[in-house]
């Protein structure tokens, strides 16, 4: 698991690294850290999209703000915590879908509590959905999957690269969905949340239109 730390306040980084280092050989973590915005946009354009963030909201030039713009366009399911000292950014940093709000200076306890959250979410994510297509057994990581539509008996597995059919049921396949962040959305569709890119009153505009 790659986990990237931007900020720049080398006090800030350290104290997060600190807190991570726990976990970094039980859960086989890699830590980055960035000192600026524009240094971690030169890594998210070199196609370097770590699986957690910990993100400075205010810094020069380029803001937190504007580093997780990029890395919701590149990975959706990211898990974002932003970090500041001035409460009135909350309400734009949920807006962009963060994981999380931590207060500086982060206090141990609270960072403990929502980085076992975050992982607890990562893990359940990269879990495997079972499907049996063509004779063969298909395992598809659950946040690859964009949904799940149920016609005739039969269940349409829907990807960004592929498209899988197998015999099933999707009033049994919703309880075993829902965990990991599906709605059942119509009586034929189960979709995933992180998928959604529009809601309007009438329907639900998926990333892949």
Not at 61 to 78: F, N
Not at 122 to 130: E, T
């Amino acid at each position: 698991m790659n986990i990237a730390i931007c900020d720049d306040d080398k006090n800030c980084i350290d104290r997060i690294n600190t807190f991570l280092e726990k976990y970094v050989e039980k859960e086989n973590i890699i830590i980055y850290s960035y000192m600026s915005g524009e240094e971690f946009q030169r890594k998210i354009k070199d196609n370097f999209i770590p699986d957690i963030v910990f993100l400075d909201i205010e810094m020069l030039k380029i803001s937190g703000i504007d580093v997780a713009r990029s890395l919701k366009e590149m990975k959706e399911d990211i898990i974002i915590f932003f970090m500041t000292s001035y409460l009135n950014y909350v309400s734009d940093t949920f807006r962009l879908g963060a994981f999380q709000f931590l207060v500086k200076p982060v206090d141990e306890k609270i960072f403990e509590h929502d980085f076992q959250r975050a992982m607890e979410k990562y893990k359940n994510f990269h879990k495997f959905y079972y499907a049996r297509w063509r004779d063969k057994n298909v395992y598809i990581e659950y946040c690859d999957i964009i949904y799940i539509e149920g016609y005739n008996r039969h269940l349409y597995i829907y990807t960004e690269k592929e498209k899988y059919e197998c015999v099933g049921n999707l009033n049994k396949e919703e309880d075993k969905l829902i965990p990991y962040g599906y709605v059942r959305c119509h009586r034929g569709f189960i979709v995933n949340m992180n998928k959604i890119k529009e809601i309007s009153k009438t329907g639900i505009v998926l990333i892949n239109e």
